[in-house]
């Protein structure tokens, strides 16, 4: 077994690169928040993948600790067509791993994934059922009306 450190809460990158066979491949993080802290993309992009993550807010220290572009927009807002097939360059449409976590955001970002025009091996998203919601059940309809199948619940 391989020792490696996550920057992740909840180890979703090593999760990630557990999918993936460890292989390299291409990432989208939507709702990046910090370069390092809590990240589900850095340790991927340490092992050499590619990607591009996305946050609302502008994080000074990006350039500092990370080599992936971070998009600054409303991840309800942003034009997911346009920004996807830029990042999958020669993989066409399908992308290793999407990772979604904009809180109660986070299903209103999911509809607007193109899955019509690409395809994700993994898929994470944060559901905050914690919060007391009940929108991680819209997530995952939404999810199994794209042919995805449910792996870990919590």
Known sequence: MREIDSYAFALEDVFALYMSAWQKGVFVDIGCSHPLAGSNSKLLESLGW???CLDEREHPQWRQHRTTPCVQCDATRVDYRELLWGVGGDCGKIIDVLSIDVDEASYRALERIPFDRFEF????IEHDRYRGTDL?????????HWGYDLLCAD
Do not use: A, P, S, T
Not at 121 to 124: A, C, E, T
Not at 136 to 144: A, G, P, Q
């Open 50 to 52: 590619n990607g591009v």
């Open 121 to 124: 091996k993994v898929l994470m």
């Open 136 to 144: 991680y059940r819209h997530e995952r309809r939404h999810l199994r």
